[in-house]
């Protein structure tokens, strides 16, 4: 099974901060790789698919990057409603599927 | 605007079988745009992916759940279930069906806590 393994597990910032969310799989995913949003006693909300790509109505602060085993996902001007728990997820053995642990982003 | 919603007891005895249902409104379950997933996360911690069912039945499974594991669906109704035999207090969670695109899950109910006590 293909393991992910993000890092790191919580990070503090303040608003206005550039964050970066990184996920690595432990064999070559290609670009199948989506981040999700959850904010608590929430369902997750899936913000980017292939590696890349904003889902409709994501606002563009957030971006994400990367290819085969490296991701990174950035929020360039963290906004007070991005405080939340982001998680990557693999699809390249789709439908089989493995989430990364999270990150927790909290306030400074 | 496709919409999901979970509905199952809340509360499961040890040792017994946990069944919850998943209906799908504004659209068809049969459509072949989509794989319907089930994915848990137990209080505290992260997403952990259950299994997913094609609406021809083809199903999938989270080899560590695999053993006790059935997902269903049934197209005349609408809906998708998922039975969890022999549980224990590791399987409380809240518990989220979701419609699953090439892309990831990208449509998702609001979540079932479901707590395994006698």
């Known amino acids: 099974a293909i393991r992910i393994t993000q890092s790191p597990s919580s990070l503090s910032a303040s608003t206005g901060d550039r964050v970066t969310i990184t996920c690595r799989a432990s064999?070559?995913?290609?670009?199948?790789l989506a981040w999700y949003q959850q904010k608590p006693g929430k369902a997750p909300k899936l913000l980017i698919y292939a590696a890349s790509t904003l889902q409709s109505g994501v606002p563009s602060r957030f971006s994400g990057s990367g290819s085969g085993t490296d991701f990174t996902l950035t929020i360039s001007c963290l906004q007070s409603e991005d405080f939340a728990t982001y998680y990557c997820q693999q699809y390249y053995s789709y439908p089989q599927l493995t989430f990364g642990g999270g990150t927790k982003v909290e306030i400074k | 605007q496709l919409q999901l919603q979970e509905s199952g007891p809340g509360l499961v005895k040890p040792s017994e079988t946990l069944s919850l249902t998943c209906t799908v409104s504004?659209?068809?379950?049969?459509?072949?745009?989509?794989?319907w997933g089930w994915i848990r996360q137990p209080p505290g911690k992260g997403l952990e992916w259950i299994g997913s069912?094609?609406?021809?039945?083809?199903?999938y499974y989270n080899p560590s759940l695999k053993s006790r594991v059935t997902i269903s669906v049934d197209t005349s109704k609408n809906q998708f279930s998922l039975k969890l035999s022999s549980v224990t207090a590791a399987d409380t969670a809240v518990y989220y069906c979701?419609?699953?695109?090439?892309?990831?899950?990208?449509?998702w109910g609001q979540g079932t806590m479901v707590t395994v006590s006698s």
């Open positions: 504004g659209g068809s379950i049969s459509s072949s745009s989509y794989y």
């Open positions: 979701a419609s699953q695109g090439g892309e990831g899950f990208d449509i």
């Open positions: 069912i094609y609406y021809s039945g083809s199903t």
């Open positions: 064999q070559g995913i290609s670009s199948y």
